[in-house]
């Protein structure tokens, strides 16, 4: 049956996956698991994580607001997982027309589609893109510079990102108290991050409307 509200799609693959041994492989793709899932439980969703043959996988959010901050909290649990590869992400909003039964494996519809050619388009030295249904120049421009600020995130920061980001917003106490460090220390690590130059663009997709055309 084909859902009128708008999804969002998340279809990646591994960086230098072949390169790389199966240890690797594996604990990549359990930090992915174990991602999607602490997010959608924190969010009251179900991400429906599916690892396809090879290196690829998928995830879906049916509030399609959420997905910077998803991304975000994904990125930031990859990096802050020792001997994790990177992973590619393209992203799809749009309806289904099914969700699948078991996982994603069969799920199929407009989002689906989207996201997948945009993986299968993105150039090798990329990491995100987003198109589809709502999606302006704005909302390209937020995921252009997430990549660019991610890809300089440390493994503390990103850290300190995860624990920010799971149930976002998060104190800062609360963070220091889970990481076992001071409240000073989160600060720089989150500073650092950028942490605060994210929540304009967090609010921002947590407002914006998928259903109407962008007003860029």
């Excluded at 698991?33 to 599916?50: E, I, M, P, V």
């Excluded at 099914?98 to 199929?108: F, M, P, V």
């Amino acid at each position: 049956m084909k859902q009128s509200n708008p999804i969002a799609v998340l279809t990646g693959d591994l960086v230098n996956s072949r390169r790389a041994d199966k240890g690797a492989v594996g604990i990549t793709f359990d930090a992915l698991r174990a991602a999607t899932d602490d997010f959608g439980q924190a969010h009251q969703l179900d991400l429906r994580f599916t690892r396809f043959r090879g290196d690829g996988w998928q995830a879906v959010l049916t509030r399609p607001n959420t997905i910077l901050e998803a991304t975000l909290f994904i990125l930031a649990r990859l990096k802050a997982t020792p001997n994790s590869l990177a992973t590619r992400i393209g992203i799809g909003i749009g309806p289904s027309t099914s969700l699948g039964t078991s996982d994603l494996a069969d799920a199929d519809g407009p989002a689906f589609i989207t996201s997948g050619r945009l993986l299968d388009s993105m150039s090798p030295k990329r990491r995100l893109t987003i198109a589809g249904q709502g999606i302006g120049q704005n909302q390209t421009a937020i995921l252009d510079l997430t990549e660019f600020i991610t890809a300089g995130w440390t493994t503390t920061q990103a850290q300190a990102m995860a624990h920010a980001l799971r149930n976002y917003p998060r104190t800062q106490d609360d963070i220091a108290s889970e990481l076992g460090i001071t409240r000073q220390a989160v600060q720089s690590r989150l500073a650092g991050a950028g942490l605060a130059y994210f929540e304009t663009s967090i609010g921002a997709f947590r407002h914006h409307s998928f259903k109407t055309p962008p007003q860029d």
